[in-house]
């Protein structure tokens, strides 16, 4: 059985006795821990979900969002490394990919145990230079046009004046940590890395997934689903089977003769 002693970052919806792997699951911006509240009825036992909450969203509300990317990892160093004593892995879309590649990194870098499993969902690859001008810092009309341009926040959020009033400074926030965030390149990972994309995002292409390739010593996998940017709520269902599949792999190696 794993054991999880629940702090303010990591969350455990449904705490399994016969879980051997850690899941680690980091949201979008603007997203909290509990977008992924319903995956733990869906994943075998052996697998134990845990949502990571970020500051400034659902239950930490009231803490202030970080708005770049190298202290947020080296809090997230510490919040979770009395996690570490078990397999574990990382989920993360579009932000959350980003979050989980350099928190990875920064766990090797520090001779911490590194995962077994990286999965970048919805975001190009580190070293990928994107095009898009930043929006972080647009006047709110500009920036609640882009938001809805994007279509991951609710219309009806959207018309709402007084959860817009939350929701717009951790989304300005996230947006920050993505948009002034700077690859250099280091010491590449020696874990599996999955990449998924969805098949109608009109904002992470084919190419820019494919290149999440270049940042492994080990195996690489990228599946497409149908959907846009939000494909992991509407083909959710086989990402899950995709995650499973390549979490048994992973694990083979690592204990010969068990599977998930």
């Known amino acids: 059985m794993i054991a999880t002693n629940i702090n303010s970052w990591v969350t455990c919806p449904k705490p399994k006795a016969q879980a051997r792997l850690r899941l680690f699951c980091f949201p979008y911006a603007g997203g909290g821990a509990s977008i992924f509240r319903t995956w733990p009825h869906d994943l075998p036992p052996s697998i134990q979900i845990c949502p990571v909450q970020l500051p400034g969203r659902e239950s930490r509300l009231r803490e202030p969002c970080f708005t770049r990317l190298e202290p947020l990892v080296q809090a997230l160093v510490q919040a979770l490394s009395p996690y570490l004593d078990v397999p574990y892995a990382f989920f993360g879309h579009s932000l959350g990919a980003l979050i989980g590649f350099e928190l990875a990194r920064a766990l090797v870098r520090e001779n911490r145990p590194s995962p077994v499993h990286l999965f970048v969902s919805g975001h190009s690859a580190p070293q990928v230079q994107s095009l898009d001008p930043p929006i972080h810092q647009l006047p709110e009309p500009d920036f609640i046009k882009e938001l809805r341009h994007l279509n991951g926040t609710p219309g009806e959020v959207l018309q709402n004046a007084e959860l817009m009033a939350l929701l717009l400074p951790v989304l300005r926030a996230d947006f920050a940590i993505n948009e ?38 080990s195996t690489f996998a990228l599946r497409m689903f149908p959907g846009d940017h939000f494909f992991l709520h509407s083909a959710r269902p086989p990402l899950l089977r995709a995650i499973v599949h390549d979490l048994a792999q992973s694990l083979s190696r690592i204990h010969k003769g068990q599977c998930l």
């Open 180 to 217: 002034t965030y700077v690859y250099i390149p280091g010491t590449l990972l020696d874990c599996p890395i999955s990449a998924f994309g969805g098949l109608q995002d009109s904002l992470v292409s084919r190419d820019g997934l494919a290149a999440w390739c270049d940042q492994t010593y």
